[in-house]
T-cell receptor, first 115, second 114 residues
Framework: DAGVTQSPTHLIKTRGQQVTLRCSPKSGHDTVSWYQQALGQGPQFIFQYYEEEERQRGNFPDRFSGHQFPNYSSELNVNALLLGDSALYLC??????????????FGPGTRLTVL | DAKTTQPNSMESNEEEPVHLPCNHSTISGTDYIHWYRQLPSQGPEYVIHGLTSNVNNRMASLAIAEDRKSSTLILHRATLRDAAVYYCILRDNAGGTSYGKLTFGQGTILTVHP
């Protein structure tokens, strides 16, 4: 089992550009959540996708958008990049988003640097 | 989401027990207590969770106070591999709006000395 995979591992962009990050969930998982982790901080919830729809959203602007595909993989898109978007972006997958025991499995993350 | 309070850092020696405290005085009756940890250069990983009773698994034990306003993650014999940031998280299991969202705080940085 490959677990949660994310691509690319690292990415460097300049202000104003757009970026797309990708995530493949753990086998058998149908729910994908995205988190942003700034240096020295805990991860912050961006949004969650289930059945190809955004199920819940954290306090992030509309520049952050996502998509989930029929095979449950997901993309995170960030438009008009700002310096403050530099962070580690984590993808987590799970089963049954409303269950009491839906352990989330995290990928290794994509390190985004905005210059 | 209810808030948790953890010490910024703790230190331990290898092969000694470690008790990581977490305060959650505003916990509600439907909140589960979850612990995740994040090893250097990795994504967080699940450690353990519980509601009211103490819990044990292969990684750790979770001791929950009777009033549920605090809990302690116990690593019985710390190894160098246990050096990580440990996050105590409350997750509402009342259904409806939580959908599995995890609200991370700053966590506790655990240093393990050889």
């Amino acid at each position: 089992d490959a677990g949660v995979t994310q691509s690319p591992t690292h990415l460097i962009k300049t202000r104003g550009q757009q970026v797309t990050l990708r995530c493949s969930p753990k086998s058998g998982h149908d729910t994908v959540s995205w988190y942003q982790q700034a240096l020295g901080q805990g991860p912050q919830f961006i949004f969650q996708y289930y059945e190809e729809e955004e199920r819940q959203r954290g306090n992030f602007p509309d520049r952050f958008s996502g998509h989930q595909f029929p095979n449950y993989s997901s993309e995170l898109n960030v438009n008009a990049l700002l310096l403050g978007d530099s962070a580690l972006y984590l993808c987590a997958s799970s089963i049954d988003p409303t269950g009491s025991y839906n352990e989330q499995f995290f990928g290794p993350g994509t390190r985004l640097t905005v210059l | 989401d209810a808030k948790t309070t953890q010490p910024n850092s703790m230190e331990s020696n290898e092969e000694e027990p470690v008790h990581l405290p977490c305060n959650h005085s505003t916990i509600s009756g439907t909140d589960y207590i979850h612990w995740y940890r994040q090893l250097p250069s990795q994504g967080p990983e699940y450690v353990i969770h519980g509601l009211t009773s103490n819990v044990n698994n292969r990684m750790a034990s979770l001791a929950i106070a009777e009033d549920r306003k605090s809990s302690t993650l116990i690593l019985h014999r710390a190894t160098l591999r246990d050096a990580a940031v440990y996050y105590c998280i409350l997750r509402d299991n009342a259904g409806g709006t939580s959908y599995g969202k995890l609200t991370f705080g700053q966590g506790t940085i655990l240093t393990v000395h050889p």
